[in-house]
């Protein structure tokens, strides 16, 4: 996420989306009554001749706000689609007070204007963009012994290498050859230990090469392959690298990080319910008596809830307690939601 523009008094961010995840933190931050707008693409009916137009109309595009009546993210398709009444738009295209869907895009600008910015729909846009800075993911191409690796970072690819691995041809099986290719392969490796915070590696490649690295990395760095997914490209180098890239591998994978993480806090107080636990609390009473108490330690709450619950969330974040949103789209939050939606884990026991 990259803010382009803000003016706090007028209750305005421009912003741009970056990836799935993005359109994920949008579908919370966006509520009913906000103005949106964005460039948005609608056929326009042709009334200029006697006579309408037999055809569907022609496809324009232009800047449009709406006054968003409701938000629904698809999390098979990825798509963000904002449904309202037309409030600004060229009056000549389209008719002011008029129903119109507004499909949110990556990479495209958007602008949001609130009558106020609550705390955590702040803190949602804090932690969507601070998340974009981060060093995430990298992808490793390999061929033919030759390794480049292309950093992803929220202003696009920094590419490292090529390292060369130097090995004799595939006909010279000998000790001397898979040393060689060891020592590459370690060349590698610490090019990447070098950088810091990478939670996904996508080993890339067109041939043998990647799935003989991956196997390297569960015998001899297990840390590392676990990180670590095998994607099949057409070739390496740079090109193989944008192949990656417009697959959607990436944006793939950090959803699906993210989702792993929320479902391991839910299953951890399941765990905890299910052992009779006296450092567990879950439903809206036990919670807010626990908040109250300061024996918050961790909180977790469905992320439907969060502008409702806006006072807990100040109230245990002040006790010094960490608090995880956690989405209703996947089991984990199901889950949740089945317990009243929030759940927390105690520093100790209140009854």
Partial sequence: MRIIQEDKKKGVIELIPETLDDLWHLSHIIEEGDLVSSKTTRRIQDTSGERIRRDRGVKKTFYLGIRVESVKFHRYTGKLRATGTIEKGPEDLVPLGSHHTIEIKLNTPLRIKKETWSKWALRRLKDAIESSKRLYAIILALEDYTADIGLI???????????????????????????????????????????????????????????????????????????????????????GIQEVLKKGTIERAATENRIAKEIRNVNEVLEKIAKSSDLIAYGEKEVTEAANMGAIKKLLIIDKLVSEKETLLDLVENMGGEIILISSEHEGGKQLEALGGIAATLRFKIH
């Fill in 153 to 239: 970072r929220q202003y696009g690819i920094e590419y490292y290498g090529p390292i060369i691995g130097g090995i004799p041809g595939k006909r010279i099986q000998t000790k001397d050859r898979r040393k060689k290719i060891i020592q590459f392969y370690e060349k590698i490796i610490e090019a990447i230990k070098n950088l810091k915070g990478i939670e996904l590696i996508v080993i890339a490649g067109p041939g043998f090469t990647k799935t003989d690295f991956h196997s390297y990395l569960k015998e001899k760095h297990p840390k590392l392959a676990k990180i670590s997914i095998i994607e099949s490209t057409g070739t390496g180098g740079r090109v």
